[in-house]
């Protein structure tokens, strides 16, 4: 067979090869392949395997020698607020201080202050910082990102933010799925008005959303920030429930701060994921479990606010809840582009085993967004999305934290991006 | 004046400038100029102020745009046991399945497992391991770093570790401040017999190790790891009182795991810093502060273990002692060589502010390995070693977390790495 490309001499290749999401044990195979190779022909994955029954097969007009190293899928990051204008540094400084995330949104800042960045910001200038993200995220291995709305809430505002996910899709190598997050925050227009907030949701924004799919070249997700201070259990229902009769997939941001009934509603109307997580019981777990609710958690939130709480992991993939990985990117809680410094954090606060990371960054993360017949795995027939790490031990992904071991990534079957540093010799004083 | 170079356009240049370690509030002072410029000759820097006052007095032969972002010092990383061969991800694995560090050790693991690495690795290997990480470093932007011994453990051993820092010195842009550590662990051969290991320490390797002061162009520190299983504190005194009558600096692991006397030796002996005091009190405090000797903390580590007790920062701050921040860069507890990963950490974990986090891992870190007079700050006459940031406010070191903001390292008036992404357009199957 003639292919396009060959990536061969992986030291370590990880296929993650699944029927479907990885759940309990499941989560400790990587599928991987000593001495493996795989052969690509018009940005699919055509074989996969030992090098030698790959060669067998395949005749390559381009090959990549990954020279003994790891050669795994791209990262999928599943949750995170790509699209936003400005950044809270002044808020982080605060926290530092003292002040608690709550207190701050009490005062008009946290996620308001970004909806007002976000829409004072022109569409080029939203488009190019959320670009920038883009970018470093591609460096660090994702190939494949959810992006949320929901900095505009209003709807002129949430469709400017989905048509700035329709502009990065159609430019950057990062595959885009979008979800519609207008139910983020209760805007300032509707203070003491959220029943009224949700019916604009409901009635106007969501259909609105919805004709938006040919744009999108996808149906979006429908997501609702469910907390204390956002909205509770019940206006999630609904617009969960609004969004499901248009076709759309949903989400839940569920029990981050307080345990408000997020996940039971996430299991009761069968979301694709329930996410954050943190304040949840046997209760939820088993509701989770029992419809195969995607649990996607988010160690870089509770990190990016200093609190010493993670979801327990353990627990909940002990309960047969299926897990995935995602950064929450986003500018108030956890600015942080990079799945790899996800994987770290989660092996030590939420103790899992690097290869149990792996797979919630990868195949699972890809399910958490429905896109597992696509991405997330190394497979015949998939988007050959394909990282060579500098590094010959894929637990070295949490085992070593600080560095970016992604040393080239490949979408779609052509290289992207590859991390390099120019390096001089040594120089001295006085020897110039 | 002519000078060789122009870093103009610093939209925040941090200048760290003081005449003395920062202290209290004066870690939050960065030294900040508005519209700065830096200019410099035969690798030093000759004027360093608003960019107006410095184009007034230099012309230059090249300039460098810094584009409106924040230029500043290069890193000083002073506590990192850059040297071994090898590395320990199998007892990540355990530690994630509950193993604690000091059983691991108890099992042959640990120090010694690397020490046994690394005797067994030939010296190429071992310089060519070592200078791998150096490199990651400097895309880190540190630009002088510490480097100790302590995986020889023998007479032989450990002076092949010195010249490995030699030659490591000699040839990477890095410049190496050379630690010798022979008292990191009780080596094999000394079972139950540490006070005849000890003898070794002082009577044999102490005197060899200063002898090698002109091949290091430096006198190396000498550094002993005081805890339990390691060296107690009358042990770790008669080492550093030895190596003080040879002339050396002196530096100790003191209070990691457990509260054995450390501290107080560093603060009789008036070491140039204590490392680690993690379980000190305020007793231990009023000793470093009332001697001045610069209390090292290394967040990274309990962080790479999962532990949730981190030094107690701002109370130390509260107590006049004065803080550097450095990685501790090792295969055990802290495979992590990034300086802004200690930062993040540092603001989150122990509530640095982000100006104090970037005292402590600049000016501060050059005071505790002895260079202060040479780097750490940008001041006339110190050595050009400048950073330029992919950002336009410093508080992103802590704020976000998991990239790499560090875009251009110039070390001694040369730009020695760049961090760069090669991106290419967007591509999709069947478009080829």
């Known amino acids: 067979m003639k292919v396009d490309l060959l990536i061969h001499n992986c030291g370590q290749l990880l296929t993650l090869a699944s029927a479907g999401p990885k759940i309990g044990p499941a989560l400790r195979d990587v599928g991987l392949v000593p001495h493996g190779a795989i052969a690509i022909r018009e940005g699919r994955i055509v074989l996969v395997g030992s090098e030698a029954e790959v060669r067998q097969q395949a005749s390559a007009q381009v090959e990549i020698d990954a020279q003994g190293r790891v050669v795994m899928p791209g990262f999928v990051d599943p949750h995170n607020h790509l699209v936003f204008a400005g950044d809270r540094v002044e808020e982080f400084e605060q926290r530092l201080g003292g002040a608690s995330y709550q207190e701050i949104a009490a005062r008009g800042g946290g996620i308001l202050s970004s909806v007002r960045a976000t829409r004072a910001a022109s569409f080029q200038d939203l488009v190019a910082q959320s670009r920038a993200r883009l970018d470093r995220m591609l460096a660090q291995g994702t190939t494949t990102a959810e992006a949320k709305t929901g900095y505009g809430l209003s709807l002129p505002d949430e469709l400017r933010l989905l048509q700035a996910i329709v502009e990065l899709g159609r430019s950057h190598p990062i595959d885009l799925v ?57 206006q999630a229902r609904r ?48 509701a989770l479990a029992a419809v195969g609710v995607m649990a996607v958690l988010l160690p870089g939130t509770p990190f990016g606010l200093g609190l010493s709480k993670y979801a327990p992991a353990r627990e909940m993939i002990a309960a047969g809840v299926s897990i995935a990985l995602g950064t929450d990117l986003n500018p108030g809680t956890c600015y942080c582009e990079s799945m790899p410094t996800i994987i770290a954090l989660a092996s030590r606060t939420m103790r899992l085993a690097p290869a149990e990371a792996i797979s919630a960054a990868t195949l699972n993360a890809a399910h958490a967004i429905g896109r597992a017949h696509e991405v997330g795995s190394l497979e015949v027939g998939k988007r050959a999305d394909v990282l060579v790490l500098d590094s010959d031990d894929y637990r070295d992904l949490a085992y070593r934290f600080g560095g970016n071991l992604v040393a080239r990534v490949i979408k779609d079957g052509r290289e992207v991006a590859s991390n390099s540093v120019v390096l001089a010799a040594k120089v001295r004083p006085g020897a110039h």
Chains 1, 2 share one sequence.
């Open 178 to 234: 979008p979800t519609f997050l207008g139910a983020h925050a209760i805007p300032p227009e509707y203070v003491a008005q959220a029943e009224e907030y949700v019916d604009l949701v409901v009635e106007e924004m969501l259909p609105a959303v919805r004709d938006r799919r040919r744009e999108l070249n996808a149906t979006p997700f429908c997501d609702v920030f469910c907390d204390e201070g956002a909205f509770n259990a019940a």
């Open 239 to 286: 617009i969960l429930s609004a969004a499901q009769r248009l076709g759309l997939g949903i989400k839940i941001h569920a029990e981050e701060f307080a345990r408000t009934g997020g996940a039971r509603v996430a299991a009761e109307l069968g979301a694709t994921s329930a996410d954050h997580l943190i304040q949840t019981d046997s209760g939820d777990w088993a």
